[in-house]
């Protein structure tokens, strides 16, 4: 049945890569291992926890029930009222039909590392309408040394959602961030050579198997001891093939909070010495 959607589908998927091909050849380019991985890698199996809460704030090193919970949901319930008064629909394949914004657990597991690390670099990649970026970006608060770095490309095979880029995130915010525009292929390792190493990363971009291994071997190596990432959309071989190389890492699997999607939730060892 799966095959039989992909023949039926490629006439229109050859017509959108032809435009991409035109207005970006180089990321287009980029993209075509990267759905040959997407077609390929099918979901394993995870123990999952189903209450997010209590494991990552154990990883985080921090006390369960969380004082900082309530304004992290107070803060996505306002994200959301700000989409939807732009005319936006939030959620699921929200965003060109095919990413989705960060859903509330993702979101306040994002509030809650940045506060309990106390992080003030922070590296994401995956931006779309910017919810996990203003989740970051509130949190830091007027912190001076805070800031955030966000990579995004933003989606290759259809320009109408483009200017939908990071409207959750108001002006004035934008001091303490920087977008950085590109595929993560191209542009995470030379940001992370220039500002590692970091205290927080966050994966929301491309979730291939290909691009997610990548990514996260290159934040891991950027991260400071005692640094986590976020990693979300796990349901397949990368997060596992990961956890299986780095064994000295504390890791768990959560549910979403808005269906049966996984996140994951990684930290480097806090004697572990710096690879940066
Ligand atoms: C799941 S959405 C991000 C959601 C966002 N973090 C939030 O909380 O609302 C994925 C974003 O990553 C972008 N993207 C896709 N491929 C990418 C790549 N290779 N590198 C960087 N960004 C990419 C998409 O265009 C989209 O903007």
Redesign the pocket.
């Known amino acids: 049945m799966r095959v039989v959607r992909r023949l039926l589908a490629l006439p229109r998927d050859l017509v959108l890569f032809a435009r991409a091909m035109a207005a970006d050849p180089v990321e287009a380019a980029l993209y075509i291992p ?1 759905q040959f991985s997407w077609w390929l890698h099918r979901p394993v199996p995870y123990e999952v926890e189903e209450d997010w809460g209590p494991p990552v704030h154990k990883i985080l090193g921090a006390t369960w029930p969380c004082p900082e919970l309530l304004s992290a949901q107070a803060l996505w319930a306002e994200i959301c009222d700000c989409l939807r008064s732009q005319g936006l629909d939030v959620g699921r394949g929200s ?2 039909g095919v ?4 859903d509330p657990a ?2 306040a597991a994002t509030w809650c590392s940045v506060r309990h690390l106390q992080a003030t670099k922070v590296v ?10 203003r989740m970051v970006l509130e949190a830091i608060g007027d912190d001076d040394n805070g800031h955030l770095w966000s ?6 095979f259809s320009t109408n959602v483009h200017d939908q ?1 990071a409207v ?1 995130v108001p002006a004035r915010l934008r001091q303490r961030w920087t977008y950085v525009r ?4 191209r ?1 995470l390792k030379p940001l992370l050579a220039k500002v590692g190493p970091i205290d927080l990363f ?1 994966h ?3 979730h291939t198997v290909r ?1 997610m291994r990548f990514e996260m071997e290159a934040a891991w190596a950027a991260l400071r001891p005692g640094g986590v990432m976020l990693i ?1 959309d796990v349901d397949k071989s990368a997060f596992r093939d990961f956890s299986h190389k780095h064994v000295e890492c504390e890791r768990v699997v959560c549910r979403s909070g808005d269906g049966p999607w996984l996140f994951g939730v990684v930290r480097k060892p806090p004697g572990a010495l710096p690879d940066l």
């Open positions: 990267e965003y060109a990413y989705s914004d960060a993702l979101a994401e990649t995956g931006v779309a309408r910017g919810v996990t970026t990579v995004d490309l933003p989606y290759l880029t959750a590109g595929s993560s292929r542009r966050v929301d971009s491309l691009n979300d």
